[in-house]
C-alpha cells in the first residue's frame, strides 16, 4: 500500500484536466509526440495486459439519489480537495500530551498514513462519473426479486441469534482471511475503498491470472473453448473463461461460491458475471462488468472502473493466519461473556 499526498490544490486541479480516459475507439487514434499509440501485443498477438493495476477512486459504487451521471469539473476539484485535505489532516502525528482515553472506550486504529483511500473521480470517456455502476441508469442497484429479498431475510435471521464472535463461523470471510474486502477480488472486481486495491496480470496464451494485493486472493481465467465445471464445483471466485473479441478480453464467470457476499446478499447458481478488459492507453485498462442473477434481481447492472498503471511493487498481505488475531478475537468475547457482557 502507499500514499500520495499532494499539497498544492492547483497542482490536482491541474492533474484533473489531464486525466481523461479515451474510449477504446478512439485510443488507437490518440496522439503523443506526433505518432498514434498501438496497443502493446504478447508474443501470441494478443494486447498485453500484463502488469500492476489499481482501481482505486473516490467515486463510489452507488450514485447519491437525485445526483447526475457526469459530474461537472467544479464538482470534480472539490471532491477531490476535500479528500487531500481530509488526507492530510489525518497523517498528521499524534499530540504526545493528550489525555489517556476512558476505561472502555473506544481506542481507535490506524491514521490516513496506512491507508489508501483513494485521491481521483474515477474519469471515462473523458467523462467525469458520479457512480461506477452505469445500468441501471440511476446508478445504483436495481430492486431484489421476491425470492432475493426472501434469502436476504433469511440470512438476516439466522445470523441474529448469534454474536459476531460467538465462533470463527461468525466472523466475515476477511477477518478469516479467506477472501478480500467489498469484493475487491471479484467478480466483479470493485475498489476496495481502503487500501491494497492493487492488482498485478499475468497472461499466456491459454490464461490470465488476476493477482490482488489484499489478502492474496488470485484468480484464473482459462482461455479457449469452455468446458464449465459441474454444478456443484464452485469456487471462491468461481468459473471464468475468457475469450479475445478484437483488443477486449471477454470474461464469463458462473458457479461463484454460495458464501461469497457482494454489497449484501449471496450468489445463487443462477449468477453470471461478464467483465470486459481492453487496453485503452499505456497507463490505463478499461474494465466493464455485468451482474446477471435472475433469481436475485430484477434486472441485470452493471458499471465501469478504469484500471490505472501502478508504478510500484504488490506486497504480501500478510493476513493472521495460523496467527494470533482470530484466537485473541474469539478469547476476548468470552472474557466479556464472564463479566457479564455481550461480545
Known amino acids: 500500500m502507499t500514499m500520495r499526498h499532494s499539497s498544492a490544490l492547483l497542482g490536482l486541479c491541474v492533474a484533473i484536466a489531464t486525466m481523461v480516459l479515451l474510449s477504446p475507439a478512439l485510443a488507437q487514434a490518440q496522439a503523443r509526440g506526433g505518432e498514434q499509440w498501438v496497443v502493446p501485443r504478447t508474443s501470441d498477438g494478443h494486447p498485453d495486459l500484463q502488469g500492476n493495476w489499481t482501481n482505486q477512486t473516490i467515486t463510489p459504487m452507488q450514485r447519491r439519489e437525485g445526483q447526475d451521471r457526469i459530474l461537472t469539473w467544479d464538482e470534480v476539484a472539490e471532491r477531490e480537495g476535500r479528500v487531500v485535505e481530509r488526507s492530510q489532516a489525518g497523517a498528521e502525528a499524534s499530540d504526545p500530551d493528550r489525555p489517556p482515553l476512558e476505561a472502555g472506550s473506544n481506542v481507535g486504529a490506524y491514521n490516513n498514513v496506512y491507508f489508501e483511500f483513494g485521491q481521483r473521480v474515477a474519469i471515462v470517456n473523458g467523462e467525469p462519473l458520479s457512480s461506477l455502476i452505469t445500468s441501471p441508469d440511476n446508478g445504483r442497484k436495481p430492486a431484489l426479486t421476491p425470492e432475493g429479498e426472501r434469502r436476504r431475510d433469511e440470512i438476516r435471521e439466522f445470523r441474529s441469534q448469534f454474536g459476531p464472535s460467538d465462533n470463527p463461523e461468525n466472523r466475515v470471510l476477511q477477518d478469516r482471511c479467506l477472501v478480500s474486502f467489498t469484493n475487491h477480488g471479484g467478480p466483479p472486481m470493485t475498489p476496495n475503498y481502503g487500501y491494497n486495491s492493487n492488482y498485478t496480470i499475468v497472461q499466456t496464451a491459454d ?35 475468457g475469450r479475445w473479441e478484437g483488443n477486449t478480453l471477454v470474461v464469463e464467470t458462473t458457479n461463484i461460491y454460495p458464501l461469497q457476499d457482494y454489497m449484501g446478499i449471496h450468489p445463487t447458481p443462477d449468477l453470471t458475471v461478464h467483465e470486459r478488459f481492453t487496453r485503452v492507453d499505456e497507463e490505463t485498462i478499461l474494465y466493464e462488468f455485468t451482474v446477471d442473477d435472475p433469481t436475485t434481481y430484477v434486472e441485470p447492472w452493471g458499471g465501469v472502473v478504469p484500471f490505472k498503471r501502478f508504478d510500484e511493487l504488490l506486497y504480501e498481505y500478510n493476513c493472521h493466519e495460523g496467527n494470533y488475531a482470530m484466537s485473541n478475537i474469539l478469547s476476548g468475547a468470552r472474557y466479556q461473556e464472564r463479566e457479564g457482557g455481550r461480545n
Not at 207 to 222: A, G, K, S
Open 207 to 241: 490464461y490470465v491470472m488476476l493477482h490482488y494485493e489484499m489478502v492474496h486472493d488470485t484468480r484464473i481465467i482459462r482461455l479457449g473453448e469452455p468446458d464449465p465445471l459441474p454444478a456443484h464445483m464452485r469456487p471462491w471466485f468461481g468459473d471464468s473463461w
